[in-house]
């Protein structure tokens, strides 16, 4: 017992210990937002959009973090909001990925696309950037001139945005800067693309900024039908493979789940220690006729019936000796003797002689269990020895 408690004591102490520290490490920076890529529903730092998703929940819409593609969502009839801000964490889009998103986006759903980098998905989208990086790293915001860009603008007496960036499309501007539109809204099929070259209007620094939080309201109300707005996750390295290890791959952490294996490990080891000498297995005990016939004979006897348990041992002898001598079932002691004497000596005939009185008290009944159990050995040691082959 003791062997099995130390194994067993170091397994539960690694398990405990790892998933102790690795829970208390994730929850903490969870909280904190660090660590996170930029522009992510999760980071709560000034590029983050975790208060944007607080926000969007006290004004009763659910933020929903998307950590696959978007065309991989089971088609609804109530269009949907999705929120795609910088999408370049992973790298370049492929040309597949941009031309599944824009047929989601012609079944009818709403595309909001936030950034200063083009990617594959602008080209897609016939839409081309001209941005100031440089401009961009002041931060220092700048009113627009509204467009008449319908409901997305309700509401909105002032709409600040930072750097010099110019949204070039066919398209409806949602606004300007120097005269050139700083967001388009662009047609495909039955759905749309809003396109903002700005992405701080829709983190933490740009929703306190004069009117820019009806910006957001007022997609959500035009676009969120289901009572869900998306966030684009997927092109932010956080994929569907699960939160943790998702969160483990984009930080290639994945050597902290070694302790894990060397617990498993453990366990393995644990469960195979063996707790003394190997031994042989016992061997099964086979009954014979005795045993067999004794047990029959308490059965009967419960029953009234060793008269039968007689005759039944009787005939079963009477039949395998007939079959052996080569004569009839119902062939006289004398025959059976006569045919054995030419076989067997002298002694083995007097023992067959006795074997056949015992036959014949057996079939007449009124038999002691004693003398039925010994009767039934006597013909069990003589079938074995000369009738079994």
């Known amino acids: ?18 998933f102790a520290v690795a829970g208390y490490v994730l929850v ?8 996170m890529p930029a522009y992510s529903v999760y980071a709560e730092d000034t590029d983050g959009l975790a208060e944007t998703a607080r926000l969007l929940w006290q004004l009763g819409w659910e933020p929903v973090a998307l950590t696959r593609p978007v065309q991989q969502l089971r088609p609804e009839p109530t269009p949907r909001l999705l929120l795609m801000i910088e999408p370049t964490a992973t790298g370049p889009m492929s040309h597949t990925a941009a031309r599944g998103i824009v047929r989601w986006v012609e079944d ?31 931060g220092t915001a700048r009113a627009a001139a509204l467009a008449e860009a319908g409901g997305y603008t309700d509401g909105i007496a002032t709409l600040l945005v930072e750097g010099r960036d110019e949204v070039i499309a066919r398209g409806l501007p949602l606004w300007l800067l120097d005269d050139k539109p700083g967001a388009m809204l662009v047609r495909r099929g039955r759905g749309r ?12 620094r740009g929703l306190v900024r004069e009117d820019n939080v009806l910006l957001l309201y007022n997609l959500a109300r035009l676009h969120a039908r289901d009572g869900r707005v998306y966030f684009d996750e997927y092109h932010h390295g956080l994929h569907a493979g699960g939160g943790f290890w998702g969160y483990l791959r984009y930080h290639r952490q994945h050597w902290a789940l070694l302790p894990v294996l ?53 005939r079963d002898f009477l039949t395998k000796l ?26 083995e005939v007097e023992r067959l002689a006795r074997l056949l009185r015992g036959a014949g008290e057996l079939r007449q009944g009124d038999v002691s269990n004693r003398h039925l159990l010994a009767w039934a050995q006597s013909f069990d040691q003589f079938i074995e020895q000369h009738l079994s082959t």
């Open 1 to 18: 017992m003791s062997r099995r408690f130390l194994p067993w004591l170091l397994v539960l102490l690694l398990f405990g210990g790892f």
């Open 28 to 35: 903490r920076r969870a909280e904190a937002g660090r660590e």
């Open 108 to 138: 009818g759903n709403t595309l909001v696309l936030v950034g200063r980098h083009a990617t594959t998905l602008h080209e897609e989208l016939d839409v081309e950037l001209v941005t100031d990086l440089q401009e961009a790293k002041h």
């Open 193 to 204: 693309v809003i396109i903002v070259a700005d992405p701080s209007v829709l983190t933490r």
């Open 262 to 314: 060397a617990a498993l490990a453990m366990a393995a080891w644990a469960a195979a220690v063996r707790l003394g000498p190997a031994v042989s297995p016992p061997q099964a005990r086979q009954d014979d006729a005795v045993d067999y016939a004794s047990a029959l004979a308490r059965i009967y006897e419960r029953a009234r019936l060793r008269r039968r348990m007689g005759e039944v041992l009787a």
């Open 322 to 347: 007939t079959r052996q001598l080569g004569l009839r079932r119902s062939a006289l002691p004398a025959e059976l003797l006569a045919a054995w004497r030419k076989r067997a000596p002298a002694s």
